[in-house]
């Protein structure tokens, strides 16, 4: 399982916020429906509560998460109760399954903007947590501009799980396909040998009846006597 410093570094960098720890993440359970978003770019952010607080605002969060599954025809159960109530257990695995789900489907190519997407979630700006730890990238258009160039806010060094992110994303596509492939394979094999089997049995039962000929069809019709 990967552990929790990366998964918490890899929402860092994926959203230009900076979460100290995963039970952070947990408290608003915003940054579920927005993994989903970051891998099809269709889930409406605008609904997404990033200054959720309560277990009543979090359930909404997890609900939105809910739909983008439904959305994009993803399977996975989500414990809606534990993770509300802010369990550690049960958002350590959800986060893990998302990860899992983001290094599948993710695309590098299309040039996601995390934090722009995060800007435009609800309460964006009204963090829950008046320790200041997340910390979102202002708009560039908010930028201090110097020498007639916009100032970079500075970021910390990309964790390796982004710098690794389209190596391990071609990886488990590889790895799909060829299960896919296997999968063709098999059918085949269990299609070729049901027909040499029928072929059998309709070849025995062509000659007279005996007690091996009688045990040879009851094996292959799976009738075995016990």
């Not at 983008?68 to 986060?95: D, H, M, S, V």
């Given at each position: ?7 918490t ?41 990033f ?31 534990p ?32 934090g722009?997407?995060?800007r ?34 500075r ?8 710098r ?63």
């Amino acid at each position: 399982m990967t552990s929790r410093t990366a998964l918490t570094n890899w929402i860092n960098d994926l959203f230009s916020v900076s979460y100290p720890d995963l039970m952070k993440v947990a408290e608003s359970a915003a940054i579920y429906p927005l993994i989903i978003d970051a891998c099809h770019q269709n889930v409406p952010v605008r609904l997404v509560d990033f200054g959720a607080n309560t277990e009543s605002s979090r359930r909404e969060n997890l609900k939105r998460l809910q739909k983008a599954y439904l959305k994009n025809g993803i399977q996975n159960a989500i414990e809606i109760e534990p993770i509300a109530k802010g369990r550690f257990q049960a958002n350590y695995l959800l986060l893990q399954f998302l990860y899992e789900y983001w290094t599948a489907h993710f695309d590098e190519s299309i040039g996601y903007d995390g934090g722009e997407r995060v800007r435009a979630t609800k309460n964006f700006n009204r963090s829950p947590y008046g320790d200041g730890t997340v910390a979102v990238a202002p708009s560039p258009q908010k930028a201090k501009r110097s020498n007639g160039r916009v100032a970079r806010t500075r970021r910390t060094e990309a964790s390796p799980l982004r710098r690794n992110g389209k190596a391990a994303v071609d990886e488990q596509k590889e790895h799909v396909a060829k299960l896919q492939l296997d999968i063709v394979g098999m059918e085949k094999k269990v299609t070729f040998y049901k027909e040499k089997l029928q072929e059998i049995a309709l070849l025995i039962s062509q000659y007279p009846e005996n007690e091996v000929s009688e045990q040879i069809l009851n094996i292959l019709e799976g009738n075995v006597a016990q």
